[in-house]
């Protein structure tokens, strides 16, 4: 019987917060950390930012992951605190919502709906080349694209058997992740040390060869090191599917980001000191360090079994994260304030969200013919990024907003009290600057000769998704009908929505 309570008990606050239970509530706090554990993925990290990092700051680029961990953690206090009170799938839609004007909100959510589908895009197209490299094969553009979409589709028909099957293939994943990346960095560090410790802090005149400053190639780190910590909104995707969720959500995001960045230090500076000549790495001789460094110290015969246990640990993040977008679109979907919501708030006889997952493949997958013409790593990583960036931006602003205004004061589970207040705005001073920094046109993180909307894709990038949600906005109105049903159901707080 006390089985029963903790669900009975989230089903009636899911009731009072104006929704009835609709997905299947079975996570346990571990299973809402293997969610934001494998989003946020360690080996996707470090994969898709040493490289980049060391072509624009050499081995000193590894102190750009502590200061994007800790300005992150700043971001997950606003969200412990948001998220404590208000656990709701599609967490920056719900909770502007309750803070914001709906129209304010209604972008914030759709913001944060693309971002992560484009962050899955990101994700596929990183993925597709292990799969090749598995074969010992170097995949042309279209091969890699074609890849991509049938990443997508495996993942999508994973996730529409339901969350418990999806937690049983994410949980694979994990176990990825423990083998390649605790067991080899400690490795890694302890055995096949190869160089001092004061190479962590060498340029190897990186910078210099792009033609610009250590600053600037440092501020070019921190811009790609971002990607390695975003993610573990994940856990407030799932968070109508965790027991006790106003407790354990919370509980989640702070374990999957604490224990990813600290994985993520670990390897990357185990990775640099094991590495046989990190500077062919900044010369662009060597496109790929880390498996340089494994293969080094282990022998040619950890390639094959190290890119097999890198290509699980892609699939789970992009199942995980494909999960978090579906869930995101559903939550829009149901309040009917996103395009074709009929179709797209439907939940399959497996009660997972099949009208989401349909819609975020599809848009994920529209996006991947961008790299038929060359291979932008960079260039994908750092929109990725800032269409992640600009949705914590807009919330932190929003909280802060609030609080000072005195529409808002923390009544979950989790408050910081009198400090809940400069952390947010030190939260929004970090993602401002790393909005600011991600969107900053760089030549140095696009290939060389790379077409003009490749340096400027992460603000064309956010300027379309932007555009175009102000121009649904405008035709619409779908802020309109948010209103009219917040007048019928309860938001789940006595404080009425604030307007910004």
């Given at each position: 019987?006390?089985?029963d309570e903790?669900?009975q008990?989230?089903?009636?606050?899911?009731?009072?917060l104006g929704?009835?239970q609709e997905?299947?509530?079975?996570?346990?706090?571990?299973?809402?950390?293997s969610?934001?554990?494998?989003?946020v993925?360690?080996?996707?990290?470090?994969y898709a930012?040493?490289?980049v990092?060391?072509?624009?700051?050499?081995?000193a680029?590894?102190w750009?992951l502590p200061?994007?961990?800790l300005g992150?953690?700043?971001?997950v206090?606003v969200?412990s605190?948001l998220?404590s009170?208000?656990p709701?799938a599609?967490?920056a839609?719900?909770?502007?919502?309750?803070?914001?004007?709906?129209?304010?909100?209604?972008l914030?959510?759709?913001?944060?709906?693309?971002?992560?589908?484009?962050g899955?895009?990101?994700?596929a197209y990183?993925a597709?080349?292990?799969?090749?490299?598995?074969f010992?094969?170097v995949?042309?553009p279209?091969?890699?694209?074609?890849?991509?979409?049938?990443f997508m589709?495996?993942?999508?028909?994973v996730?529409?058997?339901?969350?418990?099957f999806?937690?049983w293939?994410?949980?694979?994943?994990?176990?990825?992740?423990?083998v390649?990346s605790?067991?080899?960095?400690v490795?890694?560090l302890l055995?096949?040390?190869q160089?001092?410790?004061?190479?962590?802090?060498n340029?190897l005149g990186?910078?210099k060869?792009?033609?610009?400053?250590?600053l600037?190639g440092f501020?070019a780190?921190?811009?790609v090191?971002?990607?390695?910590?975003?993610?573990?909104?994940?856990?407030v995707?799932?968070?109508?599917?965790?027991?006790?969720?106003?407790?354990?959500v919370?509980?989640?995001m702070?374990?999957?980001?604490?224990?990813v960045g600290?994985v993520?230090?670990l390897?990357?500076?185990?990775v640099?000191?094991?590495?046989?000549?990190?500077a062919?790495?900044?010369?662009?001789k060597d496109?790929?360090?880390v498996?340089?460094a494994?293969?080094?110290?282990f022998?040619?015969?950890?390639?094959?079994?190290?890119?097999?246990v890198?290509l699980?640990?892609f699939t789970a993040c992009?199942?995980?994260?494909q999960?978090?977008a579906a869930?995101?679109l559903?939550s829009l979907?149901?309040?009917?304030?996103f395009?074709?919501?009929k179709?797209?708030?439907?939940?399959?006889?497996?009660k997972?969200?099949?009208?989401?997952l349909?819609?975020?493949?599809?848009?994920s997958?529209?996006?991947?013919?961008?790299?038929l013409n060359?291979?932008?790593?960079?260039?994908?990583?750092t929109?990725?990024s800032?269409a992640t960036?600009?949705?914590?931006?807009?919330?932190?602003?929003?909280?802060?907003?609030?609080?000072?205004?005195?529409?808002?004061?923390?009544s979950?589970?989790v408050?910081?009290?009198r400090?809940?207040?400069?952390l947010?705005?030190?939260?929004?001073l970090?993602t401002?600057?790393?909005?600011?920094?991600?969107?900053?046109?760089?030549?140095i993180?696009?290939?060389?000769?790379?077409p003009?909307?490749q340096?400027?894709?992460?603000?064309?990038?956010?300027?379309?998704?932007?555009?175009?949600?102000?121009?649904?906005?405008?035709?619409r109105?779908p802020?309109?009908?948010?209103?009219?049903a917040?007048?019928?159901r309860?938001?789940?707080?006595?404080?009425?929505p604030a307007?910004?």
């Amino acid at each position: 019987m006390a089985t029963d309570e903790p669900d009975q008990h989230d089903s009636d606050r899911l009731e009072a917060l104006g929704y009835r239970q609709e997905l299947r509530r079975s996570l346990n706090v571990l299973g809402n950390i293997s969610m934001g554990f494998a989003v946020v993925s360690p080996v996707v990290g470090l994969y898709a930012a040493a490289q980049v990092g060391m072509s624009v700051a050499g081995t000193a680029w590894v102190w750009a992951l502590p200061l994007c961990l800790l300005g992150q953690c700043l971001v997950v206090c606003v969200y412990s605190e948001l998220a404590s009170q208000w656990p709701l799938a599609g967490g920056a839609y719900q909770w502007s919502r309750r803070l914001a004007s709906p129209a304010f909100a209604w972008l914030s959510g759709w913001m944060w709906q693309f971002a992560v589908m484009f962050g899955n895009t990101t994700v596929a197209y990183l993925a597709s080349p292990w799969l090749f490299a598995l074969f010992g094969t170097v995949p042309t553009p279209t091969e890699q694209v074609l890849a991509s979409v049938g990443f997508m589709l495996f993942c999508t028909l994973v996730n529409a058997y339901g969350i418990n099957f999806l937690r049983w293939f994410v949980s694979l994943g994990i176990a990825a992740e423990a083998v390649a990346s605790v067991l080899v960095g400690v490795t890694l560090l302890l055995v096949f040390r190869q160089h001092g410790f004061s190479l962590l802090t060498n340029f190897l005149g990186a910078p210099k060869g792009l033609g610009v400053s250590n600053l600037d190639g440092f501020l070019a780190a921190v811009a790609v090191a971002g990607w390695a910590f975003i993610g573990f909104d994940a856990c407030v995707s799932t968070a109508e599917e965790t027991k006790d969720a106003a407790r354990q959500v919370p509980k989640a995001m702070w374990w999957s980001l604490l224990s990813v960045g600290l994985v993520v230090i670990l390897n990357a500076i185990s990775v640099e000191l094991a590495h046989p000549d990190p500077a062919e790495v900044v010369a662009g001789k060597d496109l790929d360090p880390v498996t340089t460094a494994v293969t080094h110290a282990f022998g040619g015969w950890a390639d094959k079994p190290f890119v097999l246990v890198v290509l699980v640990s892609f699939t789970a993040c992009l199942m995980a994260s494909q999960g978090g977008a579906a869930r995101g679109l559903y939550s829009l979907a149901r309040d009917d304030v996103f395009p074709f919501a009929k179709h797209v708030r439907k939940v399959n006889r497996h009660k997972a969200p099949i009208g989401g997952l349909v819609a975020a493949t599809v848009i994920s997958c529209a996006a991947l013919p961008l790299g038929l013409n060359t291979s932008a790593m960079g260039s994908l990583i750092t929109f990725g990024s800032a269409a992640t960036f600009v949705p914590f931006f807009l919330l932190t602003v929003v909280a802060l907003v609030a609080r000072l205004r005195g529409s808002w004061a923390p009544s979950g589970a989790v408050r910081y009290g009198r400090l809940g207040t400069p952390l947010n705005a030190l939260a929004v001073l970090w993602t401002g600057f790393e909005v600011v920094n991600i969107c900053w046109p760089r030549a140095i993180l696009a290939p060389v000769g790379a077409p003009w909307y490749q340096v400027w894709a992460a603000l064309l990038g956010v300027g379309l998704v932007c555009v175009a949600g102000v121009a649904y906005l405008a035709v619409r109105k779908p802020h309109l009908r948010m209103r009219a049903a917040d007048e019928d159901r309860p938001l789940g707080d006595e404080l009425a929505p604030a307007v910004l």
